[in-house]
Nanobody, 121 residues
Framework: QVQLVESGGGLVQTGGSLRLSCAAS????????MGWYRQAPGKEREFVAV???????YYADSVKGRFTVSRDNAKNTLYLQMKSLTPEDTAMYYC???????????????WGQGTQVTVSS
């Protein structure tokens, strides 16, 4: 049973923007913190951003000021608005839901399949 489905990835030039979406089942979305992680080829998966059930947000230093995480509780959808993209942002982006420690991937119980973001130089 698919619980989280990401979309919105693609190929964009340096300096461009993308908005990722993550559709979640209502039971998961309403009771969990919702986060974004990414994994570049040959690298470990890393925290990008998270939004709590109450709307509090946190960001990795590498994306602070460029990425914005938001959630639409009526649509059970998580978003990640990305701007000023660079080739270093190229990665598979994953949506995750959980109630554990939000800055580590073990704090999440549910994961999507990922959506690829590629930034060309």
């Amino acid at each position: 049973q698919v619980q989280l489905v990401e979309s919105g990835g693609g190929l964009v030039q340096t300096g461009g923007s993308l908005r990722l979406s993550c559709a979640a089942s209502r039971s998961i979305f309403s009771t969990n913190n919702m986060g974004w992680y990414r994994q570049a080829p040959g690298k470990e998966r890393e925290f990008v951003a998270v939004i709590g059930r109450g709307g509090t947000t946190y960001y990795a230093d590498s994306v602070k000021g460029r990425f914005t995480v938001s959630r639409d509780n009526a649509k059970n959808t998580l978003y990640l608005q990305m701007k000023s993209l660079t080739p270093e942002d190229t990665a598979m982006y994953y949506c995750a839901a959980g109630r554990g420690y939000v800055f580590e991937d073990k704090g999440y119980d549910y994961w999507g399949q990922g959506t690829q973001v590629t930034v060309s130089s």
